[in-house]
């Protein structure tokens, strides 16, 4: 431990998560992620929202009962039904909270609630005071906050404290705010309300404009001590903050953002493969941390670098996010080192001019079909003829004798090759009868390699 602040995770990727488009999730669903989340190290797991439905309810009421470490929260908007639901699902809990929210922009009083500012004040305290007599861990959320007339939110805040809020989140309900601007309204809060020393100042970022990470570490910046953020940034609309990309770069970064969490790095894969799978929401390619192409290296410098040290293009490494390894990508921006180690995880070790023979063929063909497979590679090296490596092909027999449509898959040994640099997916390859026929051009030269991916 150092003597670094320490940031509250609180993870809604039960609640707001599950709001967004086809992440719904059954109570038996929820419960095994929320032992997942546990593993992770989140210290609040907001659960759901009890009144919203009998399942919500079921659910919390489960995952109060059987994940006892971290603080399990129920979500609730102030009034006395919804508090009281609240309560009884998550009061089983060894750490219950109630999240009770009230709209305070005057967009959302006059058109949502139909209620003026002085009755939003009052209950809002109202609803605190109330769910105060059930349970002493209390959080307030001011929904809209970031479009709330300033002075009236410190009135709100204020007030709410007053009344036994021991967190006030602040949420940027719309994704509308910019990083200093966020920044500057929570400084504004710490400076101008009265009590908000002895509370808990929260994050709640949606990602509308891409910016739920940057207006949540500015937040942090400013004094916020909670962090509400998603597995894999799920959520209404755009999404939320996601966890991964938080705790990584308080981890990656911390030279810049001196702050800790108690989240599991190694954890953070299995979390989010755990989501995708349960709501049949893949996550995007290309996602920060957690996509599948987030530590794939295609260019041929890239992976070369990469090969004699990955501290060349990574700044963090998949281990240390739960990913078993990087994977290197064969398409037309390879290298023939990448190429080579590839064909010796497949059992093929090449000479230099077998080598340059192969990989003049390997680039036409990923010119034509963008990612390169084993099976591709296995044609390739087949038809090329250079088998002086004599690989040991055996095991390929049967396979190809029931042809190529209905060719198991066959799965790899792992190399100490392999283990070092390939794919973390196993090196599962389908052979494949035809091998697709290249013309042989003999243009390209070694130079070639490198023109990619400076
Ligand atoms: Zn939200």
């Not at 349970?135 to 709100?156: G, W, Y």
């Not at 192969?358 to 099976?375: C, M």
Request: glycine share 6%; aromatic share 6%.
């Amino acid at each position: 431990m150092t003597d670094r602040p320490q940031i509250t995770i609180f993870d809604t990727t039960l609640r707001d998560g599950e709001q967004s488009p086809g992440c719904s999730m059954n109570v038996q669903e929820k419960l095994r992620l929320a032992r997942q989340l546990d593993r992770l190290g989140v210290d609040v797991i907001e659960a759901g929202f009890p009144i919203a439905s009998d399942g919500d309810f079921e659910a919390v009421q489960k995952i109060a009962a059987n994940v006892r470490r971290p603080i399990i929260a129920g979500l609730a908007r102030a009034c006395t039904p919804d508090i009281d639901r609240a309560w009884a699902a998550v009061k089983s809990a060894a750490h219950p909270r109630i999240h009770v929210f009230l709209a305070t922009s005057d967009i959302h009083l006059k058109y949502k609630l139909r209620i003026t500012r002085e009755q939003c004040l009052a209950q809002a305290e109202a609803a605190v005071r109330h769910a105060k007599s059930l349970c002493a861990d209390i959080q307030f959320s001011p929904e809209d906050a970031t479009r709330t007339d300033i002075p009236f939110l410190c009135n709100v805040v204020e007030a709410v404290i007053a009344a036994g809020a021991t967190t006030v989140n602040i949420p940027d309900t719309v994704g509308y705010s910019m990083p200093e601007e966020y920044g500057q309204l929570i400084r504004t809060l710490r400076e101008n309300v009265a009590g908000i020393e002895n509370v808990t100042i929260s994050t709640h970022c949606h990602n509308d404009l891409g910016l739920a990470v940057a207006n949540s570490l500015a937040g942090v910046q400013n004094g916020a001590r909670q962090v509400e953020c998603t597995v894999n940034g799920i959520g209404e609309r755009a999404g939320n903050a996601s966890l991964e990309e938080i705790a990584m770069t308080m981890r990656v970064r911390a030279d810049h953002y001196p702050y800790q969490t108690a989240i599991a790095g190694e954890q953070i894969f299995a979390s989010s493969q755990m989501l995708a799978e349960i709501t049949g929401v893949p996550v995007q390619p290309n996602k920060a941390i957690t996509g599948r192409n987030a530590f794939a290296h295609e260019a041929g410098i890239h992976q070369d670098g990469m090969l004699k040290n990955p501290l060349t293009y990574e700044i963090m490494t998949p281990q240390s996010v739960g990913v078993p390894d990087s994977r290197l990508v064969l398409g037309k921006h390879s290298g023939r080192h990448a190429l080579a180690l590839r064909c010796e995880q497949l059992g093929h070790k090449f000479e230099r001019r077998e080598l340059d023979e192969l990989y003049r063929k390997f680039v036409i063909l990923a010119d034509r079909i963008k990612r390169v497979q084993d099976n591709h590679l296995i044609g390739l090296i087949q038809d090329a003829g250079t088998m002086t490596s004599s690989p040991d092909l055996s095991h390929f027999a049967a396979a190809r004798k029931i042809g190529p449509r209905s060719a198991p898959m066959m799965n790899f040994p792992r190399t100490a090759a392999a283990a070092a640099a390939a794919a973390h997916e196993s090196v599962s390859i389908q052979i494949a009868q035809s091998s697709v026929a290249i013309p042989f051009p003999d243009k390209r030269a070694d130079h070639e390699d490198y023109l990619w991916g400076v």
